[in-house]
């Protein structure tokens, strides 16, 4: 395991959003869902998960999530992921989101 200064990790947004839409990610190489978020003060970002073995896309509306808001965008397939969603690989490897135990304002900052 590499060590990071405390600097290197205050360079991480990990901010809080709430899901607003999830579609179909067909053209994905991995089963995928297409998702649009709300950042707040950040603005609406779009990102493709992998999260569709644990969860429908009716769960996932409304729900807030942690994601990573200062990547540069990445193309996946057709579509331009703008955040990165965070979650753990179960035994399985089928990712389980990071979550919240409260709600808390959209654009948070994870400290």
Not at 40 to 45: N, P, W
Not at 52 to 68: A, N
Not at 83 to 106: C, K, M, Q, R, Y
């Amino acid at each position: 395991m590499e060590t990071i200064s405390w600097h290197d990790f205050e360079k991480v947004e990990l901010r809080v959003g709430t899901i607003l839409e999830v579609a179909d990610f067909p053209e994905a190489r991995k089963p995928a869902f297409k998702v649009k978020a709300d950042f707040g003060s950040f603005g609406i970002k779009q990102s493709s998960a992998q999260i569709t073995k644990h969860y429908t896309k009716e769960q996932l509306v409304g729900r807030q999530i942690i994601g990573v808001i200062n990547f540069p965008k990445k193309q996946i397939a057709t579509f331009m992921s703008e955040f990165l969603v965070t979650g753990f690989a179960d035994e399985n490897g089928d990712i389980v989101l990071a979550s919240l135990e409260h709600n808390v304002p959209n654009g948070s900052k994870l400290i």
